[in-house]
């Protein structure tokens, strides 16, 4: 008898938010403030790949080559745990988390795009361009327009 498989994980359990405040106004004063977010740093117990989240997810910069010392094995042993695990290969789970900490930074953070380019892993500015139009079919500022609603920069810290 085959057993379907089904990945123990799905994409939204891996995402961990690169926001450590969110704005909230005083009802007095009406000035804004931050509080902390709590951020659950080890979403699957794996560590290699927690720590693969975390790095993605909420580094200030980072490379293949830091990010292959962080998760601390080889990309093909770990690209080899990732399958079982979330159904997607490193390429897919790492394209998929960092554009979707792209976004994330994109609508509600007021960094610049070539900071949100590094703090993604994009070596420039134009290599996050070229997969935004590979994905998206569209540049992150126009990504930007269209996930942006009245309110939400600067309504999350990085």
Not at 76 to 92: A, H, M, Q, W
Not at 116 to 130: E, Q, T, V, W
Request: aromatic content about 12%; hydrophobic content about 35%; some cysteine.
């Amino acid at each position: 008898m085959k057993v379907a498989f089904t990945p123990q994980f799905k994409l939204e359990d891996l995402y961990i938010t690169p926001f450590t405040g969110k704005r909230y106004f005083d009802p007095q004063t009406g000035k804004a403030y931050y509080k902390p977010v709590e951020r659950n740093m080890t979403p699957t117990g794996v560590h290699m790949l927690d720590r693969f989240l975390q790095c993605v997810c909420t580094s200030k910069c980072y490379t293949l080559r830091s990010l292959q010392e962080q998760i601390g094995v080889p990309k093909l042993i770990f690209s080899g745990l990732c399958y079982p695990l979330t159904g997607l290969n490193f390429k897919e789970l790492h394209e998929a988390i960092r554009l979707r900490v792209a976004d994330d930074l994109l609508r509600y953070s007021t960094l610049e795009k070539k900071e949100i380019a590094l703090r993604c892993g994009f070596s420039s500015n134009p290599a996050m361009y070229k997969m935004f139009q590979r994905v998206y079919k569209c540049g992150p500022g126009q990504r930007q327009r269209h996930l942006r609603q009245p309110g939400d920069e600067g309504a999350w810290k990085v």
